[in-house]
C-alpha cells in the first residue's frame, strides 16, 4: 500500500493563525499603497478587481478609500488603472 497525502492544503489552523498575524506587517514592510487623486478619474476599475475588498469608491461624493489592513499589495488594482494613479510607495 501506498502512503496518502494527509488530504489538506496548507500546514492546518495553526500556520493559518500564525500566517494572517504575520503576513500583513511583512505585506507593510513592502511599502504602502498610494493614489494620486488628481489622476484618478474614480473610475472603480481598481475597486472591481480587488478581491480583498480593500478599495472604496463613493463617486458621487468623489471619495476614494484604501481599508490597508485588507491590502495585501498584489497590485491587480494598479495594473487595472487606466490612469495609472495607483503606486506602491516605501514608507
Known sequence: MR?????GHGGGLPFDLIGQLIAPSLIRSRGELEVDRHACNLCGKC???CMRHAIYINR???VWTLYPNRCNLCLSCA???PKRALDVVRK
Open 3 to 7: 502512503a496518502r497525502h494527509g488530504g
Open 47 to 49: 475597486q472591481m478587481v
Open 60 to 62: 458621487k461624493r468623489r
Open 79 to 81: 495594473n487595472r488603472c
